[in-house]
């Protein structure tokens, strides 16, 4: 359809729309990261010091955009990352999302710990899933068994989560979200090991099996070594370990040492079709995203969502065009090279329009 028959024509205004409509603790809790957060924005960093070497005189009229992860087609290889408390953007949570990756073409992979139940996310399109280990074996066992029966195909173990951080933004208004409020006494987190890990995988079977949290080449050939299928690389965007790499920066290095032995996907810091470009250039099978679904759930829920992935499809096809490229399995490191970041990097700073009141860093309030 014509861009400027929808009511959104960048994911800029998505961004503006979700800050009228959401409350300040459920803005905060989505848009801040932990302590100084410092590791949120080296995550926008590390795609800015990516530049593009773009080819001419190619035939771009056709440009196929689409993938195949998991043995789920995927329109663009963007799938919606596991957001917990996605009710608290929308009053449909997981299904909401769950509806427009199914309607757009992609992939929802729902949080253990959002609403509404695992089955209802699952039939509302829901593929893959990401548990939060808040038992013992038995209990894990269980909750495996749960994810099978509901009819997920992926499992994904979030693993840097063994301490909750101190995310200061929601933390200096007093709240915090749904489900942080109703966790178990003990925490079964911090006592999450490989040998967890192990019990994990024998229950799920010969399903694939995602680990996300890595950010090391140690930890990912680790993962290899307990027979998972995709290293998911990411830093929980920003929200866990203050000071940490950019996922980006170590995406290269682990994309080289995983080889063909597992898949490799990444999140953290995406917030244009270029930087998703950029990402499968240097190695990446797909990218999630965390904030931009949350962020177009609370603009205008499940269409919002919709129009936001439209949105991104729209800026990969016109990079790709550009660079001389029609499909990503042309993509590779010949296409980017390291170059100067411009602008200072924060949530917000890929969108060159945004308007103030800005706060410190130029973020919005």
């Given at each position: ?17 979700a800050?009228?409509n ?20 080296r995550n ?91 038992g ?21 173990i979030?693993?840097?989560?063994a ?42 079977g ?22 998972v299928?995709?290293?998911w ?13 950019g ?14 032995k ?32 949350a ?71």
């Open positions: 359809m014509p861009e400027y028959d929808s009511p959104f024509v960048s994911n800029e205004e998505i961004v503006l729309a800050r009228k959401l409350n300040q603790g459920a803005w905060d809790y989505l848009v801040g990261g932990s302590e100084s957060e410092t590791t949120l924005r926008r960093l590390a795609f800015d010091r990516w530049g593009f070497r773009p080819r001419i005189l190619v035939d771009v009229s056709k440009i196929d955009t689409s993938t195949t992860f998991l043995g789920e087609k995927m329109r663009i290889p963007a799938m919606l990352a596991p957001v917990g408390s996605l009710q608290t953007f929308t009053p449909e949570g997981g299904a909401a999302a769950a509806r427009a990756a199914a309607e757009f073409g992609t992939v929802h992979c729902v949080s253990s710990v959002t609403e509404p139940s695992w089955e209802e996310t699952a039939a509302a399109g829901a593929k893959f899933f990401q548990l939060y280990v808040q013992d074996d038995d209990w894990a066992r269980d909750a495996v068994q749960r994810i099978k029966a509901a009819g997920y195909t992926a499992l994904a979030t693993v840097d989560v301490i909750y951080s101190r995310r200061e933004r929601p933390m200096l208004n007093r709240w915090a979200p749904p489900t942080r409020r109703a966790l178990p006494g003990r925490n079964f987190l911090s006592e999450l090991t490989w040998r967890k890990l192990d019990v994990i995988k024998e229950a799920w010969d399903m694939p099996l995602m680990v996300k949290g890595v950010a090391t080449v140690e930890d990912a050939l680790l993962c290899i070594e307990h027979g299928e995709v290293i690389v990411s830093n929980h965007g920003g929200r866990q370990l203050d000071h940490g790499l996922s980006m920066d170590v995406l290269p290095e682990i994309v080289q040492a995983v080889g063909d597992a898949q490799v996907i990444l999140d953290g810091g995406i917030q244009r079709g270029s930087d998703i470009v950029k990402a499968i250039a240097l190695g990446a099978r797909c990218v999630a995203l965390g904030r931009l679904q962020w177009a759930l609370g603009a205008a829920g499940q269409a919002g969502c919709l129009r936001m992935l439209e949105i991104l499809e729209n800026e990969m096809i016109s990079a790709m065009g550009l660079m001389g490229v029609t499909s990503l399995d042309q993509l590779n490191d010949r296409y980017v090279c390291r170059a100067e970041p411009v602008i200072p990097p924060h949530e917000m700073s890929m969108w060159a329009n945004m308007p103030t009141p800005q706060g410190p860093g130029g973020r919005l309030l």
